[in-house]
């Protein structure tokens, strides 16, 4: 049973289990940009936690990318709090809206796609 569950893990593209270590991947060009009105499609594949330097959570979207790449978009507690409502496998949207200064954090909006 092990051995089927990391060839699914495989299959899924769980090509970034690496960046649980401790170390910046922000030099990479498929991290979602939090720039206002920027929105990623796609299915919900993988959320990984403790990622990076910060230990942020790092969710693994499917957005249909013409490289074959997945999207990757680090959490915060807006997004954090919206994702638990969401099921791996699930389409959805997200969209990052804006930095709130007054509370010092990013907003975001995800919603469930259906189709």
């Keep these: 049973m092990k051995d089927s569950n ?3 893990q ?15 991947i922000d030099d990479e060009d498929d991290v979602f940009e939090k720039i206002p009105g920027n929105i ?3 299915t919900y594949l993988e959320k990984l936690e ?5 230990n942020y959570n790092l969710y693994i ?5 013409l490289d074959n790449k997945h999207d990757k978009i680090f959490g915060c507690k807006s997004l954090d709090r919206q994702m638990k409502e969401v099921n791996i ?11 709130n200064d007054k509370k010092n954090y990013h907003v975001y909006k995800v ?3 259906y189709f």
């Design 111 to 113: 919603s469930k796609l």
């Design 6 to 8: 990391k060839h699914n």
């Design 89 to 99: 496998g699930d389409k959805l949207e997200i969209e990052y809206v804006e930095y």
């Design 61 to 65: 979207i499917d957005s249909d990318r």
């Design 40 to 42: 990623i499609r796609g």
């Design 50 to 54: 403790n990622v990076g330097m910060y």
């Design 10 to 24: 495989v299959l899924r593209g769980n090509k970034y289990t690496n960046y649980t270590k401790k170390e910046s």
